[in-house]
């Protein structure tokens, strides 16, 4: 009679200790998926939200949505571990221990978690900037984020560099001031009148529609080659009609020589037997 009893409260015990489990469990994928998508929905509405104040840098926003989207999903993980009786305490020191493990393995990846951050904290680059590294890559800078820097060519190429290579690169930006200068050589003949070309290029340079007044534009002889003089324009733009302004120069300079008679200087070879 006593084993027949104690085998009952026996499968009792093992039925509500399966429905525990299951209740826990199914309540635990709840919890999981839930804070999963409202990770997901924060991170979306913080980027909305970020988006529309012209406060806040561009470049920060990639970064601080993964800083927010993971802690609310590493919560959710400490909750999901807690309805199994996993003490936080516990969790921590694990957490705590894995993360010293993980630290060593992965050292060049937390070289660029902190590169990011350093990047963000300088800003030697931000979005929509054109930059040149040392390393020949650039670029418009399109996202600085927790571990990689994308970028998007010239040729309309994604290119995504982790952020070590970038912050230990020497950065050429293009865009950070809002104006450049222009500097175009021009090659001509010994026998041309130089005086003439000089200004006949400097009305080119004055009369363009992107040229700024101030600092004031320059057309001298530089430079005495074997074959010709160089004689260097140099001029000044806003940063967005650069090379606009270029090419305008590179175009209407060839051509105003050209119709006053001016030639290209030619390398001529003498072959002898």
């Known amino acids: 009679m006593f084993y027949y009893f104690g085998k009952n409260n026996f499968q009792g015990f093992c039925m509500l200790i399966i429905k525990d489990f299951m209740f826990n469990l199914l309540f635990s994928a709840v919890i999981l998926v839930f804070g999963w998508w409202f990770s997901s929905v924060i991170g979306r509405w913080f980027q909305r939200a970020v988006n529309l104040s012209a406060h806040i840098d561009a470049t920060v926003v990639p970064m601080l949505k993964s800083l927010i989207v993971w802690s609310i999903r590493i919560f959710t993980s400490i909750a999901v571990l807690s309805r199994f009786g996993v003490q936080t305490a ?4 694990v957490l705590g221990a894995a993360g010293l493990a993980i630290g060593l393995a ?10 990011g951050i350093m990047l963000l904290l300088l800003r030697p680059i931000r979005v929509g900037e054109y930059i040149s590294l040392k390393t020949s890559e650039e670029g418009v800078i399109q996202e600085v984020g927790l571990f990689l820097t994308k970028i998007i060519q010239p040729d309309g190429i994604h290119l995504s560099l982790p952020n070590s290579m970038v912050w230990n690169s020497t950065i050429t930006n293009f865009s950070r001031n809002t104006t ?34 101030d600092p004031e534009p320059l057309v001298k002889v530089v430079d005495f080659r074997e074959l010709a003089i160089v004689v260097n324009i140099r001029a000044w733009s806003n940063t967005t009609t650069y090379w606009d302004f270029r090419w305008c120069l590179y175009n209407e300079v060839w051509k105003v020589l050209r119709k006053n008679g001016f030639k290209s200087p030619i390398v001529v070879r003498e072959l002898s037997n």
């Open 106 to 115: 992965l050292q060049g990846t937390l070289q660029n978690i902190a590169a």
């Open 180 to 213: 450049r200068r222009v500097d175009i050589p021009v090659f001509l003949r010994y026998e041309d009148d130089i005086e003439l070309a000089i200004q006949l290029i400097m009305d080119v340079v004055l009369s363009n529609k992107y040229l700024l007044k």
């Open 90 to 93: 516990s969790i921590i020191a």
